[in-house]
């Protein structure tokens, strides 16, 4: 990709105006993998048209589905989606795609993968999986670079997490639907793209249920019928924007928020100084007072703080007078932003885990470079809050999350352009 895969931001203008928030990309793409499960036509009604969708899609056209789309509804015919092998290039480039291991398994019986990448924040290993998919019956071989999986008829299992995995659990769900018997999760996580996920499935006939919290059953059901259901709005990309609106000091409508899924990020937004009402189901969004540092933000599994949000808050701290401390306590890695916003003028110093912010320094316009989806949002961010112009490199990984973000906040009265040169 041309170095000039870019996107220019002019900042120091507040936002204002009223935004319309896409699907959710961590609900798409567990039920593009669900519709594997059924030999029919399923949609995805508002489905996010985005890079990680359009790979999800290629990788189930590699197994024999037939897709299409209708505006922002998505068609999967799977009918003939009978193929056990997902090639090492796409299973490469995408984290997500093995939870398709489960649905591969209850389908056809034998799945082929190369280990899952498209991750550089910190280590996501793909243990749990692996012991899920065995606790239900699969045979796993892994020779270093590719995993295989077997099985006669699934079974159903009682499975304890012995850490919180939105992933494992959406690979358990898939897996045991079609199991013989009950399979119970425990320790599951509470994401809410796992409700989206058992909703979708009961559409299409599975026996899904929430016993307790962080408890799922599931009873396996002979065969499962089409899907038909609506993505529902991305809270990620709603508390992006929103923390875009506290960098710019601006005020912002987000006219479809998913207020139920929000709390954690309302709370933290509103410690720094934000405030927000909603009104006809709309999120009315004032940053104009947003400058209280923090004294400890902690990431955390839901409902807590978001990891997906922890480089966007750090955008906002650096342009709060005072002193704030960030500690990521769901992936080491990512603090990778940290360096390029100090390129623009932030002081962020990393010891112990925690980032350390002395905020308030003005930020300028400069180059940078996003290294991953969430931390290219935080730089885009950074970019709306500072002095002159900067280029923000590397808009193909924002592009995995965001379908229009350029056009979104310009929408608001950004100013940005999205400059690919010749690829």
């Given at each position: 990709m041309n170095d000039s895969d870019e996107i220019v931001v002019t900042g120091g203008k507040p936002l204002n105006g009223t935004i319309k928030i896409q699907g959710s990309k961590n609900a798409a793409l567990p039920i593009m993998a669900a519709a594997l499960l059924s030999e029919g036509i399923s949609v995805l009604r508002g489905c996010p048209r985005i890079a990680d969708v359009f790979l999800m899609e290629k990788i189930l056209r590699e197994l024999g589905a037939v897709t299409w789309w209708q505006g922002h509804d998505l068609y999967l015919d799977c009918s003939q989606a009978d193929g056990t092998v997902i090639p090492a290039?796409?299973?490469?480039?995408?984290?997500?795609?093995?939870?398709?291991?489960?649905?591969?398994?209850?389908?056809?019986?034998?799945?082929?993968?190369?280990?899952?990448?498209?991750?550089?924040?910190?280590?996501?290993?793909?243990?749990?999986?692996?012991?899920?998919?065995?606790?239900?019956?699969?045979?796993?071989?892994?020779?270093?670079?590719?995993i295989r999986a077997s099985c006669g008829k699934l079974k159903g299992a009682e499975i304890f997490f012995s850490k919180s995995s939105v992933g494992a659990t959406e690979q358990g769900i898939l897996a045991a639907v079609l199991a013989e018997g009950r399979t119970v999760l425990r320790g599951c996580a509470c994401e809410p793209e796992i409700g989206w996920l058992c909703s979708y499935l009961n559409g299409m006939g599975a026996k899904i249920f929430f016993s307790e919290k962080n408890i799922i059953c599931i009873e396996g059901v002979e065969y499962l019928r089409p899907g038909d259901g609506v993505i529902p709005p991305d809270r990620i990309?709603?508390?992006?924007?929103?923390?875009?609106?506290?960098?710019?000091?601006?005020?912002?409508?987000?006219?479809n928020p998913p207020l139920g899924e929000m709390d954690g990020i309302l709370e933290v937004y509103r410690k720094m100084g934000g405030q927000y009402d909603i009104f006809g189901g709309k999120l009315i969004v004032n940053g104009k007072n947003t400058g209280n540092p923090l004294k400890l933000l902690e990431t955390e599994v839901y409902p807590g703080f978001p990891t997906d949000l922890q480089s966007p808050a750090m955008a906002v701290l650096v342009t709060i007078s005072g002193e704030s401390r960030i500690r990521e306590k769901?992936?080491?890695?990512?603090?990778?932003?940290?360096?390029?916003?100090?390129?623009?003028?932030?002081?962020?110093?990393?010891?112990?885990?925690?980032?350390?912010?002395?905020?308030?320094?003005?930020?300028?316009?400069?180059?940078?470079?996003?290294?991953?989806?969430?931390?290219?949002?935080?730089?885009?961010?950074?970019?709306?809050?500072?002095?002159?112009?900067?280029?923000?490199?590397?808009?193909?990984?924002?592009?995995?999350?965001?379908?229009?973000?350029?056009?979104?906040?310009?929408?608001?009265?950004?100013?940005?352009?999205?400059?690919?040169?010749?690829?």
């Open positions: 290039d796409f299973s490469g480039k995408m984290r997500s795609s093995v939870i398709l291991l489960g649905a591969m398994l209850g389908r056809n019986h034998k799945a082929s993968t190369g280990y899952p990448g498209g991750c550089v924040i910190g280590k996501r290993p793909v243990d749990l999986h692996i012991k899920v998919l065995r606790s239900l019956g699969a045979k796993i071989v892994e020779n270093g670079t590719e990309v709603a508390g992006t924007y929103l923390l875009a609106a506290a960098a710019t000091r601006g005020e912002i409508i987000i006219e769901i992936f080491e890695d990512r603090y990778k932003t940290a360096p390029w916003l100090c390129r623009m003028g932030a002081d962020i110093r990393i010891r112990n885990g925690v980032a350390v912010i002395h905020g308030g320094y003005p930020l300028t316009g400069c180059t940078v470079e996003a290294q991953e989806l969430r931390g290219g949002a935080a730089l885009v961010i950074a970019a709306l809050a500072a002095g002159g112009t900067t280029k923000v490199r590397g808009c193909r990984f924002i592009e995995r999350g965001y379908e229009h973000i350029c056009e979104d906040l310009t929408a608001l009265g950004g100013l940005l352009i999205k400059d690919r040169g010749t690829l």
